[in-house]
Structure formats: structure tokens, C-alpha cells
């Protein structure tokens, strides 16, 4: 492990290496903001603010850029998330094909809001946006594997599996 000069946080060795390898290639070290958030975001699940400071002083930027970068984009998470992810399409096309109706199922299902993580730390409800597969709407990604044509049924499923997988 590697410690930035400015904060004891620490990132592996590759990741150091691959965000150096990343600062050579781009004449403008902010150039490299979003693929350097994105290595550090992989190596945690999110990015706390002591990564996110971390990767500031790396490309020499104010903290304050970094912090407005990741909380812009939806794809970097700056809450720790759950030990499972369900992120559900509500865009258009999901939308129009009941995704919201299943959004509130799984809320009322998990007893939490989109955005929120499960009482006991194992399910993070989020919304996505569209998820390229509008044709078998409505979709949803389950940690990184993707379920198509969802109705109530196939969430109770996956929501057994998702048990069934944690004790077993
Ligand atoms: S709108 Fe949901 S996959 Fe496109």
C-alpha cells in the first residue's frame, strides 16, 4: 500500500500505478479525474471522503473540484453501500413498462428508500438510468449480474436468492 502525502489514506500499489500511468498519458492532469475516481471507486465499492481527497492531491486539485465531480455523476457513490446492489432502471421505457410500480414493491419489500441501505447492511435500493436494454423493460442489475422482464415474481426471486446466497 502507498500513502498520499497529504492524508493517510491508502490505495493498493496498482491502483497508485495505474493513476501515475494515467498522469503521464494526459497533458492536463485534471484530464484524468474521472478514470482516476473510477480505479480508486473499484478498489472500495465507494469513495469516502478521505479517497476523494486522496485522489485531489494526487492530480493537484482543490478538494472542492473532486467533491462537485463525484457528486454530479451517479455512477461514483459517496455512501458506503450495502453487500448487495440493486439498481433499478426507471428511465422511460422501464417506466412506461412498470418500473416505478416495482420500485415501490422493492421498497416496501426492503422497508427502505432508492438511495438507502438495508437496516441489517445487505441490500443498497438504487435507481439507475437507463441500462441499455430498453427492450426487455423493466430491468435491474443485481450486483453486476442483469435481470430482464422483471414483474413482482421474479424481484421475490431474486430476493430469495440473494438470501439463500448469504446463508448459505
Ligand atoms: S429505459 Fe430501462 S433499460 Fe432503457
Not at 63 to 85: C, D, I, N, Q
Amino acid at each position: 500500500m502507498s500513502e498520499s502525502a497529504k492524508n493517510n489514506f491508502m490505495v493498493k500499489p496498482e491502483t497508485e500505478k495505474a493513476i501515475d500511468e494515467l498522469l503521464n498519458r494526459y497533458p492536463i492532469k485534471e484530464a484524468a479525474l474521472l478514470p482516476a475516481l473510477h480505479k480508486v471507486q473499484d478498489d472500495f465499492g465507494w469513495l469516502p471522503v478521505e479517497a476523494m481527497d486522496w485522489v485531489a492531491d494526487r492530480l493537484e486539485l482543490p478538494h472542492a473540484r473532486v467533491y462537485g465531480v463525484t457528486s454530479f455523476y451517479t455512477m461514483f457513490r459517496r455512501e458506503k453501500l450495502g453487500r448487495h446492489r440493486l439498481e433499478i432502471c426507471t428511465n422511460l421505457s422501464c417506466s412506461l413498462m412498470g418500473a416505478e410500480h416495482l420500485r415501490e414493491y422493492l421498497c416496501n419489500k426492503l422497508n427502505i428508500k432508492p438511495g438507502q441501505t438495508t437496516a441489517d447492511g445487505r441490500i443498497t435500493l438504487l435507481e439507475a438510468e437507463c441500462l441499455g436494454s430498453c427492450g426487455t423493460a423493466p430491468v435491474m442489475l443485481v450486483d453486476d449480474e442483469f435481470f430482464e422482464n422483471l414483474d413482482p415474481d421474479k424481484v421475490d426471486q431474486i430476493l430469495k436468492d440473494l438470501e439463500a446466497k448469504d446463508n448459505g
